[in-house]
């Protein structure tokens, strides 16, 4: 009997431990650890289904927020969670004053690809910062983030660092003291890792900035507050006339008041491969696929809203630009980007603010 009960509890515990392996693969795949050898065994696809892009895996990043309750007039509570939960409440949407043409009938999406193998990453280490006289031997890798470090505060580099998780392909350099940076000679140093059909465009971001005291050296009394300067890719046009976030496809340059380099950060994108032309979706059809997805009707990964909760969603600006996805694999897809005032008239709650969020805009199920 004892030895059947042993059995009986063999199994079950190695049962178990078969379901927690199950788990944590289901749960953590999305990046394989093949960071122990330097050949490169990235997988190509030989095509995309561009019905399976979506803009955002809720799996792979943390939804911020917290919930908002209510009490009704009977005493009871309903509860307002954080977005992409459904709205708990019957609500309509409706556009108000937003111009509704659009000059497109279509637009292309494309796959980005970036340096990811343990010797690309090198490349881009000791390709950026050899600028600045340093020599990288070595690169720490971070598997929680899923980032490589490196660290020289003797030479002036307080942090690198390059991700390959969901932030794919960012880069980030802070100097351990606010410095001069030659921009085009930093920018001959990018245009030698990524695509060489890209160039870049440079703007100053004409609203102040803020640095917070974390990049801000420990000998500053305060934070600086001064512009920013970014180079933005052109690629075969598509920032013609649209616009892609400059913290997505760009390389920025924070500095401090008196002009000195703070921090370099930005994306460096080795090839961008279009992948089709999608029609339009017609701004009239805003309402109808937001509510589908607000209500809970449809799940999808192609929208973001910064709040729910209301019984009335007014939208009253909408424009048409590229998003990086926040996803492994990455894609550039036009979305419809829109703001809008929100109020909740319920039972006896009145309550009122303002949100955010965006939707593809572009129908790419066959």
Not at 241 to 249: E, G, L, Q, R, S
Request: aromatic content about 12%; overall charge neutral; charged content about 20%.
């Amino acid at each position: 009997m004892k030895r059947n009960i042993l059995l009986v509890s063999s199994v079950v515990i190695a049962v178990i431990i078969a379901i927690l392996i199950v788990m944590f693969n289901t749960q953590y795949n999305y990046m394989p650890n093949k960071y122990n050898t330097i050949s490169n065994t990235i997988s190509r696809e030989e095509s995309v289904e561009p019905s399976n892009i979506t803009l955002i895996d809720y799996r792979l990043i943390n939804i911020l927020g917290t919930y908002k309750y209510y009490v009704l007039s009977n005493g009871s509570t309903i509860a307002v969670p954080p977005p992409p939960h459904p709205d708990p409440f019957p609500f309509k949407i409706e556009l108000r004053n937003v111009n509704r043409s659009v000059i497109h009938k279509k637009l292309p999406v494309y796959k980005l690809e970036y340096p990811e193998e343990p010797d690309e990453v090198m490349k881009v280490a000791r390709t950026l910062l050899s600028l600045f006289g340093v020599e990288v031997s070595s690169l720490e890798f971070n598997n929680v983030t899923k980032a490589f470090l490196y660290s020289n505060p003797e030479q002036g580099i307080r942090l690198f660092e390059y991700y390959i998780g969901t932030d794919k392909g960012f880069f980030r350099i802070i100097f351990e003291n606010p410095r001069i940076v030659n921009y085009t000679l930093f920018m001959e140093r990018v245009r030698l890792i990524v695509d060489d059909k890209i160039t870049y465009k440079s703007s100053i971001i004409e609203k102040p900035y803020t640095w917070t005291e974390t990049i801000v050296p420990a000998a500053s009394a305060k934070p600086a507050e001064s512009q920013a300067i970014a180079y933005a890719i052109i690629y075969k046009g598509f920032l013609k006339d649209m616009p892609v976030p400059y913290a997505i496809t760009s390389v920025l340059f924070k500095c401090d008041g008196e002009g000195k380099v703070l921090e370099i950060e930005g994306t460096l994108p080795k090839k961008i491969i279009e992948i089709g032309s999608y029609p339009v979706i017609p701004i009239e059809q805003i309402c109808k696929l937001l509510t589908e997805r607000v209500s809970g009707k449809i799940k999808a990964g192609d929208w973001y809203i910064s709040y729910v909760g209301f019984t009335k969603l007014t939208i009253t600006n909408i424009t048409l630009e590229y998003y990086e996805t926040m996803t492994t694999e990455k894609y550039l897809v036009p979305i419809y980007r829109f703001t809008g005032e929100w109020t909740l008239n319920y039972d006896e709650i009145n309550d009122h603010g303002s949100l955010n969020g965006f939707i593809i805009a572009v129908a790419l199920s066959k």
